[in-house]
């Protein structure tokens, strides 16, 4: 389950950067990287793409649930020391 958490972030933070790069300096970083001009799309960039929106999903469900679950007892380092 880490394993998915860790692939989740990278690709929020890829997806990220690519629309940051679009907004700031219209370059599409996906695309670039399969060989496509900005704007276009093939096959490989849209699976990345899919990628990205589906990380959101898993990674919004994820906080949605934590939100909603009742909150484990916290401890201390000191709490059951004499």
């Not at 929020?12 to 996906?30: K, P």
Request: glycine share 10%; net charge negative.
């Amino acid at each position: 389950m880490e394993a998915m958490k860790w692939v989740a972030g990278t690709l929020l933070v890829v997806g990220g950067l690519n629309w940051g790069l679009v907004a700031i300096a219209e370059f599409d970083l996906v695309a670039w990287v399969v060989g496509e001009e900005f704007g276009e799309t093939n096959a490989l960039s849209r699976i990345v793409y899919a990628l990205v929106g589906l990380s959101a999903v898993y990674v919004a469900a994820h906080a949605v649930s934590r939100e909603s679950s009742p909150a484990s007892p916290r401890t201390t380092s000191a709490e059951g020391h004499a």
